[in-house]
């Protein structure tokens, strides 16, 4: 190989050739990643993105570029992005991330294995089946439980799924039977990636019966008692109740017990979507928010939200692991068996897959279930300063009742007509962010546009949630006069 072709830092060679040009451009790096990330309060929380004709290097050149012209193209990328670490981008399940997973994703890349098989990840594949065994037994799945990570509770949620249909239908090698149709039930409030699976699964989205949500958009037992029947005797064959422990608009909580005890009573398997609210399972203060939860045949729990592990981190967990193995696992001749250490890469969709789990590793061990705990009560302490600010407020209504850190509200000012309300908070929250410092999102709920505030980041105050609704003051007086 001529490598006078390819710049000098191209790889870091493993003759340490260049160790010193890489270690240069390394430290470089670092400095820039510690002042991009040190001085995120300086930076709008949702920056403006950059114009089109600042993509000039979106073309694939024949020839190198500088690799220090390339990181000052990186810096200005870095400045015009999403600014999740700002105590005010306070609008989405997406916040800081914790220390050591930067560090874990860094050494992960420069490593490059493969959670495919246990050969191309000898340590990482070992040390996800422990963790996870670990985590399952937190949930209280019992001891024949363990879970695998997944790029997300999308896949996490299409798996749980795909392990309940081929166990109720046997269905892994010959499919579903002619004339049989397989339903599950599921949330109105429930995220969309169940119909998602519904689809991919070839049962079609129509598949997932959503079932109605009260006030607080929990579940309403009875809906699910009646659409239950119904599906039998329209002649489909239920196969799993899906419950959700913190939707993704309103952060509410199905009845778990309940459901729980009508899949057992009809022998349907049980999921719980805890993407979100799974991380409650490590606060003392909170954690009877998600009883029940032990009664799941699979749980979805994703540690990229509210465990602060950096994207993307999802595991899906397995009361019997077992199943997993005997409904889903498709053997691959090019893995060897390694004793008690599963090849990952045949108990999951995807094939290849980052190492995600050095990440949640390294990030329990570093904040610790203590440190998690503290961070949750504060959590909760400052939704409890939003919530108070909202209903101080009559122009101000709540969509639900807080259960966990999402609060999702909207402005509904009697002076103004109900066909106007939608622009009206949607000006308000161009004006937060502008004036204010702040990013809310605008979901759409129940055909109206509300502002939701997803309470995550360690850093954000009372203070600055006081000044928030001093702004939101500001503006609805303006609107008046
Ligand atoms: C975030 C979320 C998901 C989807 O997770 P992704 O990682 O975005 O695929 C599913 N369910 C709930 C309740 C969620 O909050």
């Not at 200005?76 to 989405?92: D, E, K, R, T, V």
């Not at 937060?432 to 809310?440: I, K, N």
Request: glycine share 6%; proline share 5%.
């Amino acid at each position: 190989m001529d490598f006078s072709v390819l710049p000098t830092t191209a790889f870091i060679r493993p003759d340490g050739k260049n160790q010193d040009a890489i270690a240069t451009l390394l430290h470089q790096v670092i400095d820039q990643l510690v002042e991009i990330m040190a001085q995120a309060t300086e930076r709008s929380p949702l920056p403006e993105p950059l114009m089109s004709d600042d993509y000039v290097w979106a073309t694939v050149p024949h020839t190198s570029a500088d690799i220090a012209a390339l990181l000052v193209e990186v810096k200005a990328q870095l400045h015009h992005s999403m600014n999740a670490a700002h105590p005010g981008y306070i609008g989405h399940m997406d916040s800081i991330p914790t220390t050591v997973s930067v560090i874990a994703d860094l050494l992960i890349a420069a490593l490059n294995n493969n959670m495919l098989s246990v050969e191309m990840s000898p340590v990482f594949s070992r040390l996800e089946t422990l963790v996870l065994k670990q985590i399952a037994q937190l949930f209280g799945l019992g001891p024949q439980a363990n879970g695998v990570l997944v790029s997300g509770g999308s896949l996490a949620n299409l798996q749980a799924l795909i392990v309940a249909r081929n166990q109720a239908f046997n269905s892994l090698e010959h499919g579903i039977p002619a004339g049989q149709h397989p339903v599950f039930f599921v949330s109105e409030a429930a995220h969309t990636s169940f119909k998602k699976a519904s689809m991919v699964m070839g049962l079609g989205t129509e598949a997932a019966i959503p079932i109605a949500t009260n006030q607080n958009s929990q579940i309403d037992i009875d809906d699910l008692k009646t659409k239950l029947a119904r599906a039998k005797a329209d002649g489909q064959q239920p196969f799993a109740i899906v419950a959700t422990a913190g939707t993704t608009v309103t952060g509410s909580i199905d009845p778990i017990v309940e459901m729980g005890h009508i899949a057992k009573l009809h022998q349907l398997w049980f999921h719980v979507d805890a993407a979100y609210g799974g991380a409650l399972i490590f606060s003392d203060r909170y954690r009877s928010q998600l009883a029940g939860i032990e009664q799941a045949d699979s749980v979805t729990f994703n540690p990229q939200k509210w465990l602060y592990v950096a994207k993307t981190c999802a595991m899906v967990m397995f009361r019997q692991f077992e199943q997993l193995q005997q409904h889903f696992r498709v053997l691959a001749p090019y893995m060897h068996d390694h004793d008690d250490w599963p090849n990952l890469g045949e108990l999951t969709v995807q094939g290849t897959r980052h190492p995600d789990i050095l990440k949640l590793w390294l990030s329990l061990q570093h904040i610790g279930r203590d440190g998690y705990s503290a961070i949750i009560d504060h959590n909760y302490e400052i939704t409890q300063t939003f919530t108070a600010a909202v209903k101080a407020r009559p122009f101000l209504t709540l969509a639900s009742e807080p259960q966990m850190n999402l609060v999702c509200f909207r402005a509904q000012p009697p002076e103004l007509s109900p066909d106007k309300l939608d622009d009206w908070n949607h000006g308000l929250q161009q004006h937060l962010l502008q004036t204010g410092h702040t990013f809310l999102s605008l979901p759409v709920y129940r055909g109206q546009r509300w502002l939701k505030a997803v309470l995550l980041n360690p850093f954000t105050t009372a203070d600055q949630i006081h000044r928030l609704f001093t702004h939101i003051d500001g503006y609805h007086a303006a609107s008046k006069s």
